[in-house]
Nanobody, 118 residues
Framework: QVQLVESGGGLVQPGGSLRLSCAAS????????MGWYRQAPGKQRELVAR???????FYIDSVKGRFTISRDNAESTVYLQMHSLLPEDTAVYYC????????????WGQGTQVTVSS
């Protein structure tokens, strides 16, 4: 059974920092690109950051310079380090694993809530 388990979400003040973790099991982790998506209330889910098998990264413009995605293949874990958080970052954050060969090899975590508020 494939499992992606997110952790690290919570309540943080604007300008604060948070690190999300996603631990994967049941897949050959090093064969998958990993990503973080988020969904705010009333809005569609959007890609936030992605990291390839080789470690290349992509970020949407709104988080560039503030968020860093990284992976530890030995621990089958992907991270999202978030700094200078804004209220607009409030959302449920989802971990994604994508083998890149079709939808049968795409997996999602349950999500972790990030709330940025004073």
């Amino acid at each position: 059974q494939v499992q992606l388990v997110e952790s690290g979400g919570g309540l943080v003040q604007p300008g604060g920092s948070l690190r999300l973790s996603c631990a994967a099991s049941g897949i050959m982790f090093n064969l998958y690109a990993m990503g973080w998506y988020r969904q705010a209330p009333g809005k569609q889910r959007e890609l936030v950051a992605r990291i390839t098998r080789a470690g290349s990264t992509f970020y949407i413009d709104s988080v560039k310079g503030r968020f860093t995605i990284s992976r530890d293949n030995a621990e089958s874990t992907v991270y999202l380090q978030m700094h200078s958080l804004l209220p607009e970052d409030t959302a449920v954050y989802y971990c994604n694993a994508d083998r890149g060969v079709g939808p049968s090899y795409v997996y999602w975590g349950q999500g972790t809530q990030v709330t940025v508020s004073s």
